[in-house]
Structure formats: structure tokens, C-alpha cells
């Protein structure tokens, strides 16, 4: 099933964002906004917008992977199984990427909207953070030994626990609000049917990674096994 | 001889005295504020102007096509001040342009070099897991041999 949904779900996503890229750039309109007197808005971003589609797309599958890290985590601490902690530990790989894509465009977005490539707000900060600790799992996966599994396991469920907190840090700084009032509830009806595609398309980009990272994981351990037959068998020292 | 010094002491410091005087009075003059500097009286329309208006006004068609040529070269200055707003425009959204790229560049890097660093891990590992399964086979081969040889 895994070698078969690598494909399906890479083809499925290279279609997507063909489509997707196509929609935003040649049909969604430009975003901009009056102010009370009739004048052009000075948040008005035109063509700055198009970061939109694919960073806030990310930032929802980053969330989504951070959850499901944690929750395979919870799973793997529960009962033990390697295969829930296979599962948690492509998702944090898959993550690391998704978040390094949210920070970089986040910061080129605030370059050209506010004219600072970083703000130490809450939302900001908070993001950074738990990027650092989805990088803090990786890194203790590599080098922390036989208990790293256990270690990890228990630093992606930090990180999980982290995310709706950022989440709900929403109108306590100059980061576009989240929620029923936010950015993506107010959208234009132009722009809509290209962000929903874009975040679909991520969707099937994450679980094509996911189960190639799995893949990689199962080998991992296929490795680990062979390793331990050998010494058994005093064929490897 | 000490009346001849006495008096030539005297005449320099009389010179000296007029000199302090004088430079006294001159930098007084010139820290005065100067006379007020009067706008020119607003000048009467000449003559000349003055026919050349009545003229204009004499004849209405006359003075209504002198004021539609003054009405389009405001018109055309209007157009100027919307075409340089509109570049100005669009130069901005160059600007905005260039970030665009720099994020999207910056996401699909990103992206390329995940895939490249999972599909060489991938490929390490498919050689490892066969350079161990040769080995432990040929280890394998060897017990039973062994055993038959016993």
C-alpha cells in the first residue's frame, strides 16, 4: 500500500499545483482595499498576495503533521508499537520542511508587507519555536542514543501540545487573523477555489512524503534487524 | 627728550582711541537690522491688458474657446498626474513582484532538496539492506555447509 500511494499521491499533487499555479497567477484577482476616504489602502498588497496560496497552505499541513507526530507519539508511548513512532517520526521529518517553507515565505511576505523580514511577536516567536523543537526531535533521533525513540517521542508531543496556542494567538499582533473573522473565512470569492485547491495539493505533497519517508523508516529498521541477526550469527562485529 | 616720548605715547594712544571709537561705531552700524524691504506695489493692469480683456470679453465665443483650450491643458495635466500615479502603481507591484519569486524560489528549494535527501537516504539504505543480506546468506551457506561436512 505505501509503495503504491507514493505515486498516486506525487502524481495527484503535481497536478494540483500545475492547476493551482495556473489559477493564481492568471485568474485570482490582485488583492487591495479603500480606506474610508476612497483611497487605495496602504495594507493593500497586489501581487505580494500570491505568497498566501502556498504559505498559509503549508502552515496548515505543518499543523496537521505536528498533530499527527504527537498523536503517533502518544500511541507509540502507550503500546510500544514501532510502527506508531515510524509513523511519528516521518511526519517530523515531513514537518521540518513544511515549517523551514513557512518561516522563509512568512518572512519574505513580511519584507514586502511591513518592511521588516521579522517581528518578535507572540505568533512569530511561538512559530520559530516549534520549529526548533520539531528540529530538537531530529536531531535527538539522531544522536541521543537507544532511548531516542522515547525522548522524541515525548518532544513531539510538546510540540503538539505548542500548536494551538499558536494557533490562537490571532489579532495580539500585525500577523493576518485566523479564525471565523480571519483572512481565509474573509477571502474574495476570486481567490477562493485557487487556495483550496493549493491547500489540497499540499495535502497530497505531505502524504506523498510522509510514505516515502516511511518507506525509509521501515528500511531504517529492516537494517537494524539484519544488523542483529549478523552479530547473532557472528558474522558481523 | 622724556616731554618728546611722553607726547608721542600720547598722540598713539589718542590714534589708537579714535580707531577703537570708530570701529566701535562701524560694528554698531552694521548690526542694525537694514531698512524694510518693501513689496513692490501691486502693479496696475497696463493699458495694453486692459484691451486685450475687453477684447475677449467683447466676444463670448471668443472668450468661451480661450477658456476651453486653458480647461484641456489642465485636462491634459490631470491625465499626466494619473499616468504617473498608475506607474508609480505599477512599479510597486514590480517590487512586490520580485518578493513573489524570492518566496516561491525559497519553497521549491526547499521542497527539491526533502525529495533529494530522501531518495538518496532510500537509496543507501536498499544498499545496505542488500550488502547484509549477502552477507548474512553467504554466512547462512557456510553453517550448512559446515554441517555437512560434520
Given at each position: ?190 481567490m477562493r477555489l485557487p487556495f483550496w485547491i493549493s491547500v489540497a495539493s ?36 | ?150
Open positions: 500500500m505505501t509503495k503504491l500511494a507514493v505515486p498516486v499521491f506525487a502524481v495527484l499533487a503535481a497536478i494540483g499545483l500545475a492547476v493551482s499555479c495556473y489559477l493564481v497567477f492568471f485568474v485570482a484577482p490582485l488583492e487591495y482595499s479603500f480606506n474610508e476616504a476612497n483611497k487605495l489602502n496602504g495594507s493593500s498588497l497586489f501581487f505580494n498576495q500570491k505568497i498566501y496560496y502556498f504559505h498559509v497552505a503549508h502552515a496548515f499541513w505543518l499543523f496537521t503533521a505536528v498533530g499527527v507526530a504527537g498523536t503517533a507519539s502518544i500511541g507509540f508511548l502507550v503500546k510500544r508499537d514501532p510502527r506508531w513512532d515510524d509513523v511519528a517520526s516521518a511526519s517530523v521529518d515531513v514537518a521540518v520542511a513544511f515549517g523551514a517553507v513557512v518561516l522563509l515565505t512568512g518572512s519574505i511576505w513580511a519584507k514586502a508587507a511591513w518592511d521588516v523580514w521579522w517581528q518578535w511577536e507572540p505568533r512569530l516567536t511561538m512559530s520559530l519555536l516549534l520549529w526548533l523543537i520539531l528540529v530538537g526531535y531530529v536531531l535527538v533521533r539522531r544522536f541521543a542514543g537507544p532511548s531516542a525513540d522515547r525522548v522524541a517521542a515525548g518532544m513531539a508531543i510538546f510540540g503538539m501540545v505548542g500548536v494551538p496556542f499558536i494557533y490562537k494567538m490571532v489579532g495580539q499582533d500585525s500577523h493576518p487573523a485566523a479564525g471565523a473573522n480571519g483572512v481565509v473565512a474573509t477571502m474574495q470569492s476570486g499540499f495535502l497530497c505533497w505531505y502524504l506523498a512524503l510522509v510514505f516515502s519517508r516511511l518507506q525509509s523508516t521501515r528500511a531504517e529498521r529492516e537494517v537494524r534487524e539484519l544488523r542483529e541477526r549478523g552479530l547473532d550469527l557472528g558474522v558481523l562485529s | 627728550m622724556t616731554n618728546v616720548r611722553a607726547s608721542k605715547i600720547s598722540s598713539v594712544v589718542a590714534l589708537l582711541a579714535s580707531w577703537i571709537v570708530v570701529a566701535g561705531f562701524a560694528g554698531a552700524a552694521l548690526a542694525q537690522p537694514g531698512p524694510a524691504e518693501h513689496a513692490p506695489p501691486a502693479a496696475a493692469p497696463s493699458e495694453a491688458r486692459k484691451a486685450c480683456a475687453d477684447a475677449m470679453n467683447a466676444d463670448p465665443k471668443f472668450a468661451a474657446e480661450i477658456v476651453k483650450v486653458a480647461d484641456e491643458k489642465a485636462a491634459k495635466q490631470r491625465d499626466d498626474d494619473t499616468l504617473k500615479a498608475h506607474q508609480d502603481a505599477v512599479a510597486h507591484i514590480e517590487k512586490n513582484e520580485r518578493q513573489v519569486i524570492y518566496a516561491y524560489a525559497g519553497m521549491w528549494i526547499i521542497a527539491a532538496a526533502f525529495v533529494l535527501f530522501l531518495w538518496r537516504r532510500q537509496q543507501a539504505l536498499k544498499g545496505e539492506i542488500a550488502n547484509l543480506r549477502r552477507d548474512l546468506d553467504a554466512a547462512a551457506g557456510e553453517a550448512t555447509a559446515g554441517k555437512g561436512q560434520a
